[in-house]
């Protein structure tokens, strides 16, 4: 009998967002003229910039022409893209050959394909509080799963340790849910630490284009990066394309471990496993990193930013320890003594009509904290905090 991957009814169930939609509804049929305040999700709320969405119409159109019509794509991507994603990185500092730039359908489904890379038994330690794929994808797997808790005292940003015993390392800067992000002295931790060992770190860089400071925005800007990490990264949060569907991930060509170089591996996974990512959708993408694209999208950030800036005024005026919001579209708070995160979570519902999303649900460490997501309009954002004024007065 054929025997089944049992390592799927290992996997905890989620009840965060379900959890947190049923509270909203139930709250909602008692009070049904309340209004609700969404800074619970980590979904976008501003539409595509005007660029990508005019190439997405013109490449549909070229689908039913027979002179501009596109059949297969390559695999590993539309050259003109990879190319596209090599100069977005000579922003940071850093080189790429666009060989090394690998089209994807979004970092979700990166993260969980990218670990055919490696062997099962190779544990795999996920900082946290995670973005839950992590885990999953590792457990999926048979992958033992190491936590690394983030916390007050490493300011939610945990550097490696002489006692760890990591093969692959989950990094997320800026973090998700946090909105911690690494200094270069932070991933140079990382970086030194994984090429010493011999790990690979799986660099999730989704948040990269909400950085303001002067910190890193890619891995490879690390000296030593380029033979000890993978970076995955993805449209959806810097262009508004979690509806949309397109990412890359980055494998340098001198990335190998036990005598299989990744890059060539990748090349050889991605034309056996997909058949590329559609022309329409990359043809997007291409008009997000035009000049004029870069320039529209940016419109949209500025709104997040100054959005997380003021959930951030607002949390510390109510008497909030808080991190993130600078550099990351999160905002994570710390809930008043005594209360666990579900219980802050009752509060802002029924007290203040806030929905925010409770810290548990992205790992132990999380518990004690609630995030607030910036993707909400302007006018949400300003009415939460004169409710948030309130929480300070008790
Ligand atoms: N990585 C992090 C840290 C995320 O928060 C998310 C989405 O929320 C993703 C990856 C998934 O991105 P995508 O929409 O490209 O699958």
Redesign the pocket.
Known sequence: MLKANRHYLELKDSYLFHGIKLKVNAYLKEHPNAEILRLGI??VTRPLCPAAVEALERAARDQGTFDRFHGYMPECGDPALREAIAKHYEKFGVKIDPEEAFV????????GDILSLFDPASPALIMEP??P?YVDASVIMGRRVIHLAGNLENGFLPLPGLDMEADLIYL?SP???TGATYDKAGLKAWVDYANERGAVILF?A??EAFIRDDLPHSIFQIPGARTCAIE??????TAG??GT???YTVIPKELERDGVNFNRAWVRDRTTRTNGVSYILQQGGLAVFSPEGQKQLEDNLSVYRENARVLKEALNGAGLWTCGGQNAPYVWAECPEGVDSWRFFDILLKDYQIVATPGAGFGESGEGYIRFSSFASPEAVREAARRLAKLAKG
């Open positions: 980590g979904d994807s359908s979004g970092a979700s489904d990166e993260l995670a973005y794929a997320c973090n998700n849910p999730d989704a948040y995955i990264c993805s449209l959806s949060k394309f979690t569907r397109l990412g």
